[in-house]
């Protein structure tokens, strides 16, 4: 994969530059994180099959083997609430606010390390199903969908803050663990004695932000493995019975960059022209250059804008696929802009892969679902963030932008040749500018033959003379020892901007003026 040539967006002045009087301070983080923890053996039906046979115990005496160690879990449940005086409510509401609960339960008790409230469900879990071919005369387990009771134990770790661990109560007993990056990063900003003020599940003051930056890019991943495993024996207690160890994947993440202002009025006074451009102008060629993706012709996935007005803020949602990216007014003080990965591997980075013949290479892969790529994820969702805020920061400063619209508009004299300008009102002007702000084009580039193919109409030569008048307006940048060519930050601008002013100002006015 080809990246433009380093400083070509260092041009671009972000909105955070723009509004640093007003913005108290800038942090990236992980926010939501959930885990899931799978027994290797136990997560397979082959595997399960495998792990009876070796002991000898019958295929169809599954039921037998597992009810002792469901069983245990259920009594280490009661016990662990004898110890610490609380009760097992049963929940059986589908719509029940589970965070609602515990904000209650927390406000009562105070924010102490411990147990905080236990309760049960039955939902829905994979199980397996014995079988015996007749044709094969072969007895296995195979995979079979049920529903059992699940355990919810909420706690205050010393070092993660609020958690949870979901434990079922039947086999293949897959644990789900969630923590939240806010939490443990207000843990570290105590030990190391900086002060800040929280709200929710968010900084709205730190007392050094550019110290806070650094402990949320210090998180290590093997000490959350360290952490899951005392969770999995304490909430779990079957291991030593089963003789296995679980193995921890990341089954979503999201990683916010929080912009804090000073006072709400500040956000609010150019919240709404954001997020109004951002639901109207946002194509899915866009969404796939924020998410650092190629958008191609075979693409089936869903893709979509979204607007919700919550209690926390207004909100817009840009999806695509397994990843989404969303922007929001946080109790109307903070601008979050966040990305969220329900499925990891869909995003790729530059790693060392095994090729089936046992050589191994470097090269751009899927992430693997590991815990471990928790710091190589934190910079593909960080660089995923500030894509959309340098879109954000293109359309923020109208009048600027308009100065800029009105120069490309005009007729430029270069070595004794004029070059017109371009105009969004004519078509082919339109769709030349439109075709260079594609996603696959915005990141990987775009060449003479690239363009043709959206142009057949267009010969070589004459293409090439649409690159040269790009060029001469400052709208594109030939990259360095190669054929290819980059919107620069005037040419994103005046494509954001354009679309901006004919979409939400002009077509709407045409539109409602009366007809003669």
């Given at each position: 994969m080809?990246?433009?040539?380093?400083?070509w967006?260092?041009?671009?002045t972000?909105?955070?530059e723009r509004?640093a009087?007003?913005i108290a301070?800038?942090?990236?983080?992980?926010d939501?994180?959930i885990?899931?923890?799978?027994?290797?053996?136990?997560c397979?039906?082959?595997?399960?099959?495998a792990?009876?046979s070796k002991?000898r115990?019958?295929?169809?005496?599954?039921t037998?083997?597992?009810?002792?160690?469901?069983?245990a879990?259920?009594?280490?449940?009661?016990?662990?609430?004898?110890?610490?005086?609380?009760k097992?409510?049963y929940?059986?509401?589908k719509?029940?606010?589970?965070e609602?609960?515990?904000?209650?339960?927390l406000?009562?008790r105070?924010?102490?390390?411990?147990?905080?409230w236990i309760f049960?469900?039955?939902?829905?879990?994979?199980?397996?199903?014995p079988w015996?071919d007749?044709?094969?005369g072969?007895?296995?387990?195979?995979?079979?969908?049920?529903?059992?009771?699940?355990?919810?134990?909420?706690?205050i770790?010393?070092?993660?803050?609020?958690c949870y661990v979901?434990?079922?109560?039947?086999?293949?007993f897959r644990?789900?663990?969630?923590?939240?990056?806010?939490?443990?990063?207000?843990?570290?900003?105590?030990?190391?004695?900086?002060?800040?003020?929280?709200l929710?599940?968010a900084?709205?003051?730190?007392?050094?932000?550019?110290?806070?930056?650094e402990?949320?890019?210090?998180w290590?991943p093997s000490?959350?493995?360290?952490?899951?495993?005392?969770?999995?024996?304490?909430?779990?207690?079957?291991l030593?019975q089963?003789?296995?160890t679980?193995?921890?994947?990341l089954?979503?993440?999201?990683y916010?960059?929080?912009i804090?202002?000073?006072r709400?009025?500040?956000?609010?006074a150019?919240?709404?022209?954001?997020?109004r451009?951002a639901?109207?102008?946002v194509?899915?060629?866009?969404?796939?250059?924020?998410?650092?993706?190629?958008?191609?012709g075979?693409?089936?996935?869903e893709?979509?804008?979204r607007?919700?007005?919550?209690?926390?803020?207004?909100?817009?949602r840009?999806?695509?696929?397994w990843a989404?990216i969303k922007?929001?007014?946080?109790?109307?003080?903070?601008l979050?802009?966040e990305?969220?990965?329900k499925?990891v591997?869909?995003?790729?980075?530059?790693?060392?892969v095994?090729q089936?013949n046992?050589?191994?290479v470097m090269?751009?892969?899927p992430?693997?679902k590991?815990?471990y790529?928790?710091g190589?994820?934190?910079?593909?969702?960080s660089?995923?963030?500030?894509?959309?805020?340098?879109?954000?920061?293109?359309?923020?400063d109208?009048?600027n932008?308009?100065?800029k619209?009105?120069?490309?508009?005009?007729?430029v004299h270069?070595?004794?040749?004029?070059?017109?300008g371009?105009?969004f009102f004519?078509?082919?002007?339109e769709?030349?500018?439109?075709?260079l702000?594609r996603?696959e084009?915005t990141i990987?580039?775009v060449?003479?033959?690239?363009?043709?193919?959206?142009?057949?109409?267009y010969?070589?030569?004459?293409?090439?003379?649409?690159l040269r008048r790009l060029r001469?307006h400052?709208?594109?940048?030939?990259?360095?020892?190669?054929?290819?060519y980059y919107?620069?930050?005037?040419?994103?601008?005046?494509v954001?901007?354009?679309?901006?002013?004919?979409?939400?100002?002009?077509?709407?006015?045409?539109?409602?003026m009366?007809s003669r």
């Amino acid at each position: 994969m080809y990246y433009p040539p380093k400083g070509w967006m260092m041009s671009l002045t972000l909105l955070t530059e723009r509004h640093a009087k007003e913005i108290a301070g800038v942090l990236s983080c992980y926010d939501r994180v959930i885990v899931q923890g799978t027994l290797p053996v136990f997560c397979y039906a082959d595997g399960m099959t495998a792990y009876l046979s070796k002991r000898r115990i019958r295929i169809f005496d599954f039921t037998q083997f597992a009810k002792p160690l469901t069983d245990a879990i259920k009594a280490n449940a009661e016990e662990l609430a004898a110890a610490n005086g609380l009760k097992i409510d049963y929940v059986r509401r589908k719509n029940f606010r589970k965070e609602d609960k515990v904000k209650a339960v927390l406000k009562e008790r105070g924010h102490h390390s411990g147990l905080v409230w236990i309760f049960s469900a039955l939902e829905p879990c994979t199980t397996y199903q014995p079988w015996h071919d007749k044709k094969s005369g072969r007895t296995y387990l195979r995979y079979d969908d049920g529903k059992c009771l699940h355990y919810y134990f909420y706690f205050i770790d010393e070092e993660l803050g609020l958690c949870y661990v979901r434990v079922p109560t039947w086999c293949p007993f897959r644990l789900q663990f969630y923590c939240n990056g806010h939490n443990w990063l207000a843990r570290q900003l105590d030990r190391k004695k900086i002060r800040y003020t929280m709200l929710d599940n968010a900084f709205s003051a730190i007392e050094d932000w550019a110290a806070a930056q650094e402990l949320a890019d210090s998180w290590d991943p093997s000490c959350l493995h360290r952490k899951l495993d005392e969770f999995a024996q304490r909430y779990c207690p079957i291991l030593k019975q089963i003789e296995e160890t679980y193995h921890w994947s990341l089954d979503e993440a999201e990683y916010a960059t929080d912009i804090v202002f000073h006072r709400q009025a500040d956000l609010q006074a150019i919240y709404g022209n954001l997020i109004r451009t951002a639901i109207h102008t946002v194509k899915p060629d866009d969404i796939a250059t924020f998410l650092g993706k190629k958008l191609n012709g075979n693409y089936q996935d869903e893709m979509g804008n979204r607007y919700n007005v919550r209690i926390e803020g207004t909100r817009v949602r840009h999806s695509m696929g397994w990843a989404s990216i969303k922007m929001y007014d946080k109790f109307g003080q903070i601008l979050r802009i966040e990305t969220t990965a329900k499925d990891v591997s869909f995003f790729k980075h530059y790693r060392e892969v095994e090729q089936r013949n046992g050589e191994k290479v470097m090269k751009f892969a899927p992430m693997k679902k590991t815990i471990y790529s928790l710091g190589a994820l934190r910079e593909v969702l960080s660089a995923a963030n500030r894509r959309y805020l340098e879109f954000l920061s293109a359309i923020d400063d109208p009048s600027n932008g308009i100065d800029k619209l009105n120069k490309i508009t005009r007729t430029v004299h270069e070595e004794a040749r004029s070059y017109r300008g371009f105009n969004f009102f004519d078509q082919d002007d339109e769709a030349l500018l439109l075709a260079l702000a594609r996603g696959e084009f915005t990141i990987n580039g775009v060449q003479n033959k690239a363009l043709r193919t959206r142009f057949p109409q267009y010969s070589s030569g004459k293409m090439s003379r649409i690159l040269r008048r790009l060029r001469t307006h400052g709208l594109i940048k030939k990259a360095t020892h190669c054929y290819k060519y980059y919107l620069t930050v005037l040419g994103k601008q005046v494509v954001t901007l354009g679309l901006k002013l004919k979409e939400l100002v002009i077509i709407p006015e045409l539109a409602a003026m009366p007809s003669r």
